[in-house]
């Protein structure tokens, strides 16, 4: 019977990320806390707690071998997704002021995540106080551009301009974590870590230029139908990737995957690619990798100095990109106004900052006990936001915001019928013939 | 480096995969012969042979408890998609003529890889030859329909009838597949495996009632917003019916995945779940579970015992089919010639074949040295088939089967484009904003 308990728990991940996805989005939060929410309820921190209280043993999920891979190659989808999504053209557009706040808005919270780092932990390394700065430093785009979306703001230069930054935010971070794990990966000697560096970057440059030709070559001699190979292929491209990064220069898989979903995305058959990961990631991927998180928490453990940890970290996260990012935007000119809601726009943590502690944990640069307040930090962070920047953004006028999200909402309705009129037409097909 | 070397095995499946995919595709075979022969070329029985050879080291992709578990997930979802392309109506309407031809199909190639199996193997116990007789018991509906598709004769009396039958002939081996597990589970008393295999038929019928009455009931009530929750419960569905069905009632993990398809099919939103798994589906988890087959096998241990059981299996996987599904078709008033296309037409195995093989591994009833002979029996069966069966049908006039096959490459065409025109438009929408 013991053989079959992972069906089960994967049955229990699924359909509680799912109901507790419902239950924060119905209380107007994103659903990644729900599925965080889920994670932490059943596993040890909650269930765990309960039932050992109750029953002497410990009823609940664990972490296991093979929800962590999944977990893995959950975090590697989502970023290929993300880095298929990330436009090139439109980051060189967005210019100046887009640059100036998000380096700002990585910078102020690095410092202070460090200095945190630094007074309350008496074991701190340098790398690992880095690392604690780093996870403050990246921005959810996901997050911010949602709660713009329902506040209908998008279109103000204040929702312009954290747009921009929090995707340029995004690349800065991923950099930013090239970096560290470069240096915090073993090799003493820094010139080889940034020899390493500059030699990844050149390869990428050369497997996408590479990448690129034989897509537009391939697209012109082949003909257009088994469309299916080249979703597997580009798969197989972004594990790839993701394996070279590591293997070969010393740098995280998920950077390499971001890197082949860029390259991906421009290639001929790219947007085509980018439409077929959508669903492989919310039915299985994503759901184990929030939910994975959730689980390695044990929140009994947390002492007193922890308490106060996170209590500091919360208060750390908030101003450190509300300052930064506002100090930005003062400095490109913005009112006074205009900077508070461009700082608090930026403050949204998400996807991104768990996936920097993630990594830091497996490189044992960040403690576990770290990451109950980690995950706090972030769901602090999501809840406050669209309560806070709804007060920020009252008295202006609406800019069409609703329409747009009407509109979104109307598109995803009419692609939902289409497809399952194309499963009906099909079916009907393939046994069409017996009549 | 090693701890990433899950991701370039990820990889190199998917690629060898789909490359031998095309390769049998182009050779106008399945592509389930492609993706097996993968498996085979880059686990032991090839690559890891000639490595071992020439290098005295073995450098080859081994089955992990990862790729495993994978696997096992692919299996799963292979049962569910085709339990939700099953329709109970479709069945009861094509009748006794395809139930007789199933059961004839049925019960020769089970009583003959029974008989070989005591002729050759010392060590055989009842259950272990009933497992082996069960393997040559399953047509392939997708090769058979496949074949005929591409031979333009669907709609002759012998395509319809072969049709019918394979379908029948898949539900007939699952049962068969659910009393054998059953007895041969563990469980000394008879009475209480049929008590048992009963009390799963009462508890997917009551099941199966709940689920279509809270879908009636929720699709009257909810709005149609936030489709997602559907294929999501859907397979958290699918996961704890597979569950239940090993860990309750003993019975395979497959029947428990085949059922929750029939069920959810049937239900309000079945066709829209069902149209989402596709991708998971080829994108990951299909490609793992062919190739995982491939790579379990070890041809080097082969004896002269093992070659000639190869040979005689072949023989009795072709003719038992032939034989039964022909005697079948001819009892219920066919002409020889037509008899003797349904007979052909049924020989094709694929890939249920491949898991009723596995699941008798997993119970240690069928030993790990038949995997190589039943990879063999499977790939010559989905070779002769469209062969022979051209010469079979040779001189029939054709019955509009081109157009249908292509009406059917058209539409594939035309939802690919729409998908892609879709994720377009979506990705403007959501960058809309910036302009």
Redesign the interface.
């Known amino acids: 019977?013991e053989?079959?308990?992972?069906?089960?728990s994967?049955?229990v991940i699924?359909?509680s990320t799912?109901i507790f996805s419902?239950i924060s989005?119905r209380a107007q939060l994103p659903q990644v806390v729900g599925a965080l929410m889920a994670g932490l309820f059943f596993g040890p921190a909650v269930l765990g707690a309960i039932t050992l209280h109750s029953f002497g043993t410990q009823f609940c999920l664990m972490p296991s071998?093979?929800l962590n891979?999944l977990a893995e190659?959950g975090v590697?989808v989502i970023m290929f997704t993300a880095g298929m999504?990330t436009?090139l053209d439109?980051l060189k557009?967005?210019g100046k002021v887009g640059f100036v706040v998000a380096m700002s808005g990585v910078l102020v919270p690095l410092g202070m995540g460090m200095g945190l780092m630094y007074i309350f932990d008496d074991n701190v390394t340098f790398a690992s106080a880095i690392f604690v700065g780093a996870v403050l430093t990246a921005t959810s785009v996901s997050i911010t551009?949602e709660t713009l979306k329902e506040l209908g703001k998008?279109?103000t230069k204040a929702?312009?301009t954290i747009?921009?930054a929090a995707l340029i935010d995004d690349i800065l971070g991923l950099i930013c974590l090239t970096v560290i794990t470069g240096i915090a990966g073993g090799d003493v000697n820094i010139t080889i870590v940034f020899m390493k560096i500059i030699c990844f970057f050149v390869f990428i440059a050369v497997v996408g230029y590479i990448y690129h030709k034989y897509m537009v070559w391939s697209d012109e001699i082949q003909a257009?139908?088994?469309?299916?190979?080249y979703?597997?292929?580009g798969?197989?491209?972004c594990?790839?990737m993701?394996?070279a990064s590591?293997?070969l220069f010393g740098v995280a898989?998920i950077i390499g995957a971001f890197a082949a979903g860029m390259i991906i995305a421009m290639a001929p058959k790219g947007?085509?690619i980018?439409?077929?990961?959508e669903?492989?990631a919310?039915?299985?991927l994503t759901?184990i990798f929030f939910a994975n998180i959730g689980l390695g928490v044990t929140l009994p453990k947390m002492s007193l100095n922890l308490v106060l940890f996170t209590l500091a970290l919360v208060i750390v996260s908030v101003f450190s990109k509300l300052g930064g990012c506002g100090i930005g935007a003062r400095l490109c000119g913005f009112s006074n106004q205009q900077s508070y809601q461009v700082g608090l726009g930026m403050v949204c943590r998400g996807e991104v900052a768990l996936i920097v502690a993630e990594k830091g944990m497996e490189m044992n640069l960040i403690s576990e006990q770290y990451l109950g307040p980690i995950i706090i930090m972030i769901i602090v962070c999501t809840i406050i936001t669209p309560i806070v920047l709804k007060g920020a953004f009252k008295g202006q006028e609406d800019v069409a915001g609703d329409t747009?999200f009407e509109?979104?909402?109307m598109?995803?309705?009419q692609?939902?019928e289409?497809?399952?009129d194309?499963?009906?037409?099909?079916?009907l097909?393939?046994?069409?013939?017996?009549e």
Chains 1, 2 share one sequence.
């Open positions: 019977m053989h079959y308990n992972w069906l089960l994967l049955c699924l359909m799912k419902i989005r071998e093979l891979r190659l590697i999504e436009n439109e557009a967005s551009v998008m279109s929702g312009n747009l921009a257009q139908r088994n469309l299916r190979r979703p597997v292929m798969f197989a491209f594990l790839f993701a394996w590591e293997a898989d947007q085509y980018a439409s077929k990961f669903t492989m919310y039915l299985l759901p747009m509109d979104k909402f598109l995803e309705e692609t939902d289409i497809e399952e194309i499963f009906r037409r099909r079916l097909l393939s046994t069409r013939t017996q």
